[in-house]
């Protein structure tokens, strides 16, 4: 049987010809910010890892308040690479996390969220939440200091919204404290219901991403429209699937050269009748919400503090998940939505970056 | 007929030559890349060994709580074992797993001696296979009484 025998044989029976066919002509806009659509791959790429080294970890992970530490200990100092697989998994999701804000970011930045991609933007907006549930949820299995008070912190936030305040954190915990029937539950969460649902939106994303190509941000549409020129493109097979493919090995150096260097932490076992240590933070993509509670009185126009905080950040994600689809199409609105991500960077970062400074452990 | 190399001879190479060694650097990158990412992954598949003495010896519990006619199964090590007390009153004890297929034998009083549930194993009260599938012998293990306390060691 000849290469072109086996293919038409193969061609009947899984018939993808015009798919290849389709992906063969497929191309993408290139212009001088090209470079910024390189996040969303990046963060597949590494979700794709996450994956892997999730699926790999639970080999030898045992989830429950007795044994959790111990198995991580164990992976990491028995099992032959089990501290790279372990330090790699810790890593890329918070390059993930960092990819997906990145992301997030261009698409604003580029205007990338107009009609008709609403639907992408929401499916990509809930992926981010997705993705930091993923951090929240994965926190707390190595069942540490660190990890035990954040989560802690963490879930008890959710008390002080109204009428529903008790039954989240419940629902949260499985029970009123955080103990071992927390930890169950939020393994539970993460290695199957967050995979779930992320797979599900991320076939939804890339669906919509292929049947609409990729955007072109409105200055490179206006020069295009003012100078009679088309926007100049490439061939996504090859060219654009070689350029992500540097992206992505990029990730995976950075990665394994973190991985190598800063082996992640183990820390001690958590203790629930320790007083929390001193320096205690979430994750550094928490680290802004975490910060701005520091900062917010106990309570604030009659209201208690947090739920102003909680609010506010609630607001602010509802105005982000609907915003595309009552945007008019103006140079100005676009001007103010750039202002506004600017302003929100701007506050994130700076929030980051105090909370790492202030809450840094004393010696 | 021609091999198809010598049509390329006469007609210039097919493909430049520069994309060919581009070609060959990107194949061996991406078998670099899968050999560095295979090797850590197989090496952790492969459980680290435990270092586990060999059980010489375990305490079986009370004798005067083993009724004649009886047995009981205890952790030998790792591996069940079933001590038994025979109708004549002896204790005997051998390793609790079944040689066909690893099933926890049980004492069977109506038969008077040891069987295996799930594939219907019998062996007699010498460990000796005597009907069904098992392939060999359960081992025997020595029993000491000493002050109401049956201690099971392996033979040497």
């Known amino acids: 049987m000849t290469t072109g025998q086996l293919r038409s044989w193969l061609e009947e029976r899984v018939p993808v010809g015009d798919l290849t066919e389709a992906l063969r002509h497929k191309t993408v806009p290139l212009h001088r910010h090209s470079a910024w659509y390189y996040f969303g791959g990046m963060t597949l790429f590494l979700f794709g890892i996450q994956v892997g080294t999730g699926a790999l970890l639970l080999l030898y992970y045992r989830p429950s308040a007795a044994e959790a530490y111990e198995s991580v200990r164990f992976i990491m100092t028995r099992v032959p690479f089990g501290w790279l697989v372990r330090s790699i998994h810790a890593w890329s999701a918070n390059l993930m996390v960092a990819t997906a804000f990145g992301h997030l970011f261009s698409v604003l930045f580029l205007h990338a969220y107009r009609r008709p991609r609403e639907i992408t933007w929401v499916s990509g907006l809930v992926l981010l939440m997705l993705t930091m549930a993923f951090g929240f949820t994965g926190y707390l299995l190595p069942w540490n200091q660190l990890s035990f008070f954040a989560t802690r912190i963490g879930t008890d936030m959710a008390a002080s919204l109204p009428l529903v305040g008790e039954f989240s954190v419940r629902l949260m915990r499985g029970g009123k404290e955080v103990t071992g029937a927390t930890l169950t539950r939020l393994f539970g969460v993460h290695v199957a219901i967050l995979p779930a649902a992320v797979t599900a939106l991320i076939a939804l994303h890339l669906f919509l991403v292929q049947r609409h190509g990729m955007s072109v941000p409105p200055s490179v549409e206006d020069e295009s429209r003012r100078s009679g020129r088309p926007v100049a493109s490439m061939p996504f097979w090859p060219h654009f699937v070689l350029h992500d493919l540097f992206g992505w090995t990029v990730a995976l150096t950075l990665l394994a050269a973190l991985s190598a260097y800063y082996p992640f932490e183990l820390g001690l076992k958590a203790d629930p009748f320790a007083p929390a240590p001193a320096g205690i933070r979430p994750e550094w993509y928490f680290l802004w919400i975490f910060q701005t509670l520091k900062y917010m009185p106990p309570s604030l126009f009659g209201l208690n503090g947090e739920l102003v905080v909680i609010g506010v950040i609630g607001a602010a994600a509802l105005v982000l998940l609907v915003f595309p689809f009552v945007l008019s199409e103006r140079v100005r609105t676009f001007r103010i939505v750039s202002g506004m991500a600017v302003l929100a960077l701007v506050y994130m970062t700076l929030m980051t970056i105090v909370g790492f400074v202030v809450s840094r452990p004393t010696p | ?156």
């Open chain 2, 1 to 156: 007929m021609a091999s198809p190399g010598s049509n390329e001879i006469l007609l210039g190479p097919a493909r430049p030559p520069r994309r060919a060694v581009l070609d060959w650097l990107l194949g061996l990158w991406g078998a670099g890349v899968a050999t560095s990412i295979l090797y850590p992954v197989l090496r952790y598949l492969i459980p680290p060994e435990l270092p586990e003495a060999a059980t010489q010896s375990a305490n079986a519990g009370l004798a005067s709580t083993l009724a004649p006619d009886s047995a009981r199964l205890v952790p030998f090590g790792l591996a069940p074992m079933i001590v038994v007390r025979t109708a004549a009153g002896e204790y005997r004890a051998f390793a609790g797993t079944c040689t066909h297929l690893a099933c926890t034998v049980q004492y069977r009083a109506d038969l008077q001696h040891i069987w295996c549930a799930c594939h219907n194993g019998h062996y007699d009260l010498n460990g000796r296979n005597i009907s069904g599938p098992p392939p060999r012998p359960l081992e025997e293990y020595d029993v000491n009484v000493r002050d109401d306390q049956i201690v099971v060691s392996r033979r040497v």
